[in-house]
């Protein structure tokens, strides 16, 4: 299962790369290509309180659209050794867009067959140019259901922006 995951982000990002890109940031277009981003990242998780599920590593793959300079909704989906992970999320970049791109994030994870609830974090984007950037994340989701009382996330991966 994992070589699938991993051929899966592989060919994410090149299929990424062989779209045109844009040089201008915007357009009135809500479905408008230099709007969108996605990536791949390593993933760890570390779970609070003593229950399932269990400190896991995997990757996550993430896809979004920018709404505006400051704002963007994303898609993850993560497979770690022992654990699916589903989420959504509103990124915040209260700093624009320089190299160095700190943001926070409001959403909600679903731990597949053992936890969900609601998650926030913060992580940094260091753009590398303008269509591609290293990204460091770090999410905490509150357990609501069942298992762990929180469950932190840490990821470090690559992003393509058109």
């Known amino acids: 299962m994992k070589p699938t995951f991993a051929v899966l982000a592989i060919s994410a990002l090149v299929a ?6 844009t040089p201008e940031y915007g357009g009135a277009d809500f479905f408008a290509l230099d709007r969108w981003f996605c990536g791949a990242a390593g993933s760890l998780a570390l779970p609070q309180g003593g229950a399932e599920p269990r400190r896991a590593g995997g990757g996550a793959v993430r ?17 770690l050794e022992n ?17 160095l791109d700190p943001f926070f ?15 926030g974090g913060l992580g940094t984007f260091y753009h590398l140019d303008d269509h591609w950037s290293l990204r ?15 469950i932190y996330q840490f990821s470090f991966g690559v992003q393509r922006s058109w």
Do not use: K
């Open 105 to 119: 994030t409001f959403g909600a994870r679903c731990w597949i067959g053992a936890d969900s609830g609601p998650s």
């Open 83 to 99: 654990q699916q992970v589903l989420g959504g999320d509103v990124l915040w970049h209260w700093w624009g867009y320089e190299r």
């Open 136 to 150: 460091f994340d770090v999410h905490s989701t509150l357990g609501v259901e069942s298992g762990a009382s929180m």
């Open 16 to 21: 990424s790369a062989a779209f045109p890109s």
């Open 63 to 79: 896809a979004g659209y920018y709404l505006n300079e400051f704002w963007a909704l994303e898609a993850e989906g993560s497979l």
